[in-house]
């Protein structure tokens, strides 16, 4: 599997979720990374105010902001840039990672699988009994 690593701009915490105001953005990335780590991905998080030697020494990173800040957070896979500029859903990470996402199964509403909906004994009823 890939490694990925965020590189993201300056923050109060290594993940952003802390303080009075936590940006709901910021809380759900956090939650999915680390549902990407239980499935066995190895992912790295750099902060820009924490650990400005991580951003300086990767030249991907050092090109990229040499655009400017508005390209964080940055997130490579492999020393790639995969994305760039916002925090990408856990869809998107799982797709970098290579990890296949099984949806569930949905189960009947009760309400759909009473007497008032079509069934085997009479495939047409559409209305309560």
């Avoid at 759900?28 to 991580?54: K, M």
Wanted: proline share 9%.
């Amino acid at each position: 599997m890939p490694t990925i690593r965020v590189f993201d701009p300056a923050m109060c915490c290594s993940t952003g979720v802390c303080g009075p105001k936590v940006d709901p953005a910021l809380a759900q990335f956090s939650a999915d990374v680390a549902w990407l780590q239980r499935q066995g991905v190895t992912v790295e998080r750099f902060n820009l105010a924490q650990q400005p030697a991580a951003f300086a020494s990767t030249a991907a990173v050092k090109e990229a902001l040499a655009r400017g800040p508005e390209v964080l957070p940055l997130v490579l896979v492999d020393d790639r840039i995969a994305v760039e500029g916002a925090y990408p859903s856990r869809e998107t990470l799982a797709a970098l990672a290579g990890v296949v996402v099984k949806k569930l199964a949905i189960a009947t509403p009760a309400a759909e699988a009473s007497c008032c909906a079509p069934n085997a004994d009479n495939p047409t009823k559409t209305s309560c009994c």
